[in-house]
Every structure is written in C-alpha cells, then in structure tokens.
C-alpha cells in the first residue's frame, strides 16, 4: 500500500482531503460532509483514503476547533488570572474602541475571567529591574481561592513582565506547589509592552488550552490506534504548520488556522506559475475570504479581535478578544454556497451571515432545508445542474431550490423564480467584491495589477463576476479548486514565531547589537527545533522588526537582513528607518523623516522546510476539447441574458484546450463558470485561465 502525506481541511460544510504518494507522485482527492465532532471527519477520511489504497505517513491538518470555542461562548473552563495589584481590571478597561460608537446600548464582549476569578498580588518591576518580588504567602491564599472556585487553568499576567520575566515564573513555580492546574505566563505567550494586549492574548491562551489540547491528544490517539504513531502537524494563522505539542501549547496560534491554507496554496501555485501578484478569492459553503500575495510574499497582521464581528468584510474593532499573534491578512463575508438569501423588514432581498451548512444544507440538498441559499440560486439559473456536485455523486433537486426560492423570495417580491435566483448571486458577488476592495484597494494597492485566484467549492462560479467588478481580466483556476485549501497544507514548511521586547530608538542603536538581540532568540529557536528531533542546519530564519514614530501607540513590521561573517553579524540600521519611512507612506499616505524611529520589538520566524509535492503535465491536445469532453448543452443565465452553453467535464480536457464562452465546465470538487466574452485556457498543469474583458 502506497505511503501518502495527507493534508484534512475541515469546513463548516465539507471535509476535503488530499492525499499525496511521494513516490509515485499522485494524488488522490476526497469530499465529504463535515461531522459535528471534528476528529470524526478525520478518522473517516483517513479510513476513505486508506480503502483507496493510501496509507498515512504523515498528517497536516486545518482546524476550526479553536475559533468555534471562542464563537460559541460555552463550555468554556474556568481561568484564574494573576495580576499585579491595581490592575485587576485590565481586561474590563481594555481600550476605548466601542463596537457601535452611537449606539448608547451596546454591549462589549464579557472579559474571558470574570472579576471573580481575577487576583493580585503585590510585586513591581520597573525597567526590566525586580525591585519588589513575589511573596508565597499571597501566592498560598489565591491558590486555596482557586481550588475553592473550581479553576481549571492558571494565567500569569504581571506588569511589566515582558521586560523582565523573574516575577511571573518566580509565581509560577510557587503556584505549582499549591495547585495542581497547567498554569501559563504571559512573557512566555507575548512578551510585549501594552498590558492590556498582552493579557488578553494571554487569557485566550490560557482559556483554549484545555479545549484544544483536549481535542488534539483524543485526535492524536484516535489516529495512532488505527494508523500508527504517524507525524501530525497543525495549520497555524500564520501561514506554517506546527507539531499537535506546539499548537497545545500555544493554542492562539491556530485560531485561524483553516482561512490560511488557501493563502499558501496560491503562493505556491503563484511560485509555480511565476505568478508574483495575486488576489485570493476562496468562497466555500459558510463563507468568502480575500486575500492577497504582494511581489511573491503573503500580507501579515499581527493583531486581530477574536471571535469579534464584522461589517462588510471589515473587523469591528471593540467587538471581539484582542490577539497579538502574526495571521494571514484576510477579509471575509458570510458568502458561501449554504448562505441563506431573505427578505428584511423593509422588503430589501439580503444574504448572509446565516448559512444552511451541511446539516440541512441548502434546499436543493433535500436535508430538511427549506430556505434558500446561494447554492439553490445557482441551480435554478443553470449554473449547476442536478448532476453538478461530486461528478454526480451527490444528488441535489432543482425543483426543491425553485420551490424555496419561489415561496421565500420571488413571491414576497413579485418576481420570477429565476429573476430571484439571479438576484441573490448580483447581491452575493456585490458583497464579495466589496472584500476584494478592502485587501487591495484599502491596503493601498490596485487590483487590476493583480490576477484572481479563485478556488473553494463556489469560487470558480462567482470568479467573473467578482473579477469584473474590479477591473480584473485574468482569473486562474486551480486544478482542483474546491480542495485547494487541503493542497495546501501538504505544501506548508513547519513555522514558529518569536518576539522581543527592545523598546529602542533606532538613532541609539548600531547594526552589531540589534544583530546580537537576534541571535539570543534564534538560539532559542534552534533549541525547540532540536527537542523536536530536527537538526540545527535545517533551520532557516527570517527576522523583522515591529517599528513606530516616538509619538505613535501603534507599529509597522519591517522586514530586516543580516549581513557579515557568522558571530560577527551586523544590521543596516540606516535601511531599517528608510523602510520604515517608505511603510509608513504607503500604509498611511505620509512619512515623517525627521521624527525618530523606534524599535518596539525583535521578531523572528523560524523555518523548517518540509518535502513538497510534485507535478506531472497533462496530456497534450488541440485547442478544441475533444467531443468526449463535452457532457450537455442546458440554458444558463448571465446578467441580462439567457444563452446556450456547452458544458465540459474537466477531467475529460487536455492541455491546450480552449473552451470559449458562454460555456460551464464541472468537475468532482468544483463548477467553473465561462460567461459570453470570456475564453478558458487548460495549461500544462491542468489549471484553468480564464481571460476576458474586464
């Protein structure tokens, strides 16, 4: 039996699997409707895979497990958090972001610790100086509170404490001897200034801790009864994989761990294809994401509000639980196929946030669904077809869509059953060009530069529409579009983050001591790698550093280099405040070079490159598809018009075909839509190109 990396995507309304035979270098593709428990997706896909005659070697996997805790808001365990005295009410304070800034009754998400279970303790440290320590006669009575509350898990937050960690671990080893609960610091999560940040990012540690690591050690024994003691590695936010104890252990590291894979899929397909500017449109069954690829390197933020609310596409700031942990930039609106189009009380056709998911699912699925949803519109205007969705293998009803569309929509607006099924894909695509907008345009770049990667299961149907609305005239289709973000987790390296407080001014330093403060992290860095088992020389770094203007709250990361002779490395600091001023100009529309710069923190990335898939070529043709190739001819429905379409089934196209549209082609994962003026081109790869005017 073949041995196969295996990459498992878990989404709210499908599982995808890729397996990959390094060998033999094939790959084998799986679909199927997620589970309520996440681990039993898993064990059934790998079990799938296994009768395909693929066995695990080794595992990566994207899960929701730790965003869902934070959404759900129940089940959460109890967290006793220890603050330095006067600052008990650090998390409740936060800042004075308000969610809805005119609404006099609107409410702030509750803290993660209730006031209750927040204590303090007298110790002070200034200036990276302990000038008072931790007594253990506090440390014994909060102990005794928190065995008499019922905590579950302990935080550490001190004042200070990024400067000088003593006192948090100096509480730490005290709070063992009287407690027995895992007990996390917060210099060891985010040992960075703003004592606000740094707690909370270190309470949702502390409060995902046991719902993840609960998950991943069932998961990792449920594997290793069936399977063997296979390599497990987890998708991080940030665009690398983790070991299951690395994602335990820092938990806020995977909060976004299932967007970030189809990110990284199309930097590697873009590095393939010599594609260095790219927009990411990924539109699944729960909803859309856009990111974007800037001269072959991905968009980093290094905050976000977990678990916070959006407003069209944009995060509302105030809302959730700040996050200091580096992510893939991404904007998301809940429009997925299984989003459920209604009318408001102003008789206004909307769609979204709600979704169908796979349980009902849409109408069409004929799961008890009975509203209608993006996926049912798209079958009512020929776009999809009963045929359409896994090569025929799941069956779905067009006269259970039209029926939904007709009662929840077309009657309440006096229209037709098509004219509303075309209604809600315009709103569905308007909305998505809008988070198109706000990776590109708002981040100060122009989208016509850029070439749309369109996967997810509903990306390749809503591509052009998206792409037109934003001046874009050339769209790549992966080959295997709707399992593009499981792709990519078997093209992911092993990543882990680093962080320095240095609170500097750039002017008062020289390039050989901020090189120094570099090789103290990344000789931390090269310890973990060893306890894992890898060798020092197969890691590689990358360093930036977190810079603001004196009088600023808020930094820019800039990436830095290292140049000279090992052990007498030394830094340019004079390029470091250049790039820095020329950040500042692009992000912000201006730069002020004569304000002193200053370096808030040293950041390190280290890397671990894993072996990456290969691919062969498609089989060569002509550039019309062969007859075999095309499946029907239905009516399909443009904007402003019906028209005649061919429909082809791509695995039935070679390289060098042309299919000119109007025209639709299906395949197992995805359905790509090809509208009048608009040609498809099948390269080498089996990627689809789609060109037009835009």
Known sequence: MALSHIGIDIGGTFT????????????TYLKLSSSV???????????????AGREPDVLFHSTTVATNALLERKGWPKVGLIMTSGFRDVLEIGRQNRPELYNLRTERPKPIVPRYLRYTIDEKCTRGRIEKGVDEAEIAVIAQQMKTEGVEIACISLMNSYSNPSNEHAARRLLRKHIDVPVICSSDIDPLPKEFERTSTSAVNALLYPIVSTYLSRLRGLIGSRFGAIPIYIMQSDGGATTINGAIEKPISIIESGPASGVVSALYLGNLLGKRNLLTFDMGGTTAKAGIIQNGAVEYSHEFEAAGKTHSGRAVRGSGYPVRFPFIDLAETSSGGGSIAWIDAGNALRVG???????????????????????????VTGRLEETSLLSGRMRISRSM????????????????????????????????????????????????????????GAGPLHAVDVAQSLGIGSIIVPSSPGLFSAYGLITVDLKREYRKALMKTAADMDGASLAEGFREIEEKALETAESEGWNRKAVSFLRSVSAQYSSQGWEL???????????????????????????????????????????????????????KPKHSSLRKGGVSPSSAALKEERSVYFTGMERKSRVFVKERLAAGNIIRGPAVIEQYDSTTLVPPGWKALIDRWGDIMLRGKA
């Open 401 to 456: 869509a039209e029926e939904a569309i007709r009662r929840n929509i077309a009657d309440r607006l006096s229209i037709g059953t098509v004219e509303g099924g075309m209604g809600i894909i315009a709103i569905a695509a308007n909305q998505m060009a809008k988070v198109m907008r706000i990776v590109s345009v708002e981040r100060g770049y122009d989208p016509r530069r850029f070439e749309l990667v369109a996967f997810g």
């Open 16 to 27: 995808d699997i890729v397996a990959y035979d390094e060998e033999r270098g094939e790959f």
């Open 37 to 51: 428990n996440p681990e039993e997706s898993v064990i059934s896909g790998l079990e799938q895979i296994r009768s």
């Open 557 to 611: 990361t800039i990436p830095v280099r290292m140049s000279g002779r090992k052990g007498s490395e030394k830094m340019d600091m004079d390029g470091i405040t250049s790039d820095f001023h020329s950040r500042h100009r692009q992000v912000y529309g201006y730069a002020s070079p004569s304000d002193p710069v200053n370096i808030v923190s040293l950041n390190l990335t280290s890397l671990i490159s894993l072996a």
């Open 353 to 379: 946030p709600v979704s169908a998911g796979s349980q009902p699912g849409p109408a069409c699925y004929g799961r008890g669904g009975t509203e209608p949803t993006i996926t049912d519109a798209n079958l």
